[in-house]
């Protein structure tokens, strides 16, 4: 998957359920992304982390959390306090350096059921 | 924050013809700004880029031109085909001290659709 892989790409929640996503990259990149994608809004930055151990709230994180332990790794774990979860998540990285573009996964799709 | 305007929501246009793609950004310091363009169900892809010290850009059909002065900024595509049809995403971003670049921020797209 192009050096960033998100897993699983389909993921079902039960109502109160907290679910983890993962994302990994080989890419030896130090900046790591989660945006959500829901139809005619566009992508809405949840977290991010520009380096290991340290990550940033975005502009929807509430009902969300993250870790950043390795630098090839960025979970995101949707909570139960995320009151309306259904939706296409993206994780993506960059070098973080000289405003290089960003590399996404294939994304996971979320559904509570 | 940075605000990023995209227009048109939707787009459809004769096969042959040439599509633009109208984006705002109000962050005068923004300097890096990428589109991407998303097929149905797969992940954005990076299709063309331009800096604050460039005016235009080209890369064969697509080409994207900056107006820092005021802060807009614009995909055209010309001779489209129909795997032009897609989800067009613009972004903004700027330098932020040791880290280098910010977050991206992206408009609400733009879906495309190229009639043969």
């Known amino acids: 998957d192009g050096g960033i892989t998100q897993s699983p790409k389909y993921l079902f929640r039960k109502e109160g359920q907290n679910v983890t996503l993962s994302c990994e990259q080989n890419?030896?990149?130090?900046?790591m992304y989660w945006y959500r994608q829901d139809p005619g809004q566009g992508l809405r930055l949840i977290y991010y982390?520009?380096?290991?151990?340290?990550?940033q709230k975005g502009d929807i994180a509430e009902g969300y959390s993250v870790s950043r332990e390795k630098k090839e790794s960025f979970p995101l774990t949707v909570t139960s306090a995320q009151k309306n979860p259904t939706a296409f998540y993206l994780c993506?990285?960059?070098?973080?350096?000289?405003?290089?573009?960003?590399?996404f996964g294939s994304g996971t799709r979320l559904t509570v059921v | 924050g940075e605000n990023v305007e995209q227009h048109p929501s939707t787009l459809s246009v004769q096969e042959g013809d040439s599509a633009v793609i109208k984006c705002t950004y109000s962050d005068s310091a923004s300097n890096y700004f990428p589109w991407y363009k998303q097929e149905l169900g797969k992940r954005p892809q990076l299709i063309i880029d331009i800096r604050s010290n460039v005016g235009e850009k080209k890369d064969q059909r697509i080409a994207v031109t900056l107006n820092k002065t005021a802060k807009h900024f614009s995909l055209h595509i010309t001779e489209t085909q129909p795997e032009d049809s897609a989800v067009y995403f613009c972004a903004a971003s700027k330098e932020v001290g040791s880290f280098g670049n910010e977050k991206l921020t992206f408009g609400t797209g733009t879906r495309l659709t190229i009639i043969p």
């Open positions: 890419l030896n990149h130090d900046a």
């Open positions: 982390s520009q380096i290991v151990n340290d990550f």
């Open positions: 993506a990285s960059s070098i973080g350096r000289l405003n290089y573009g960003y590399t």
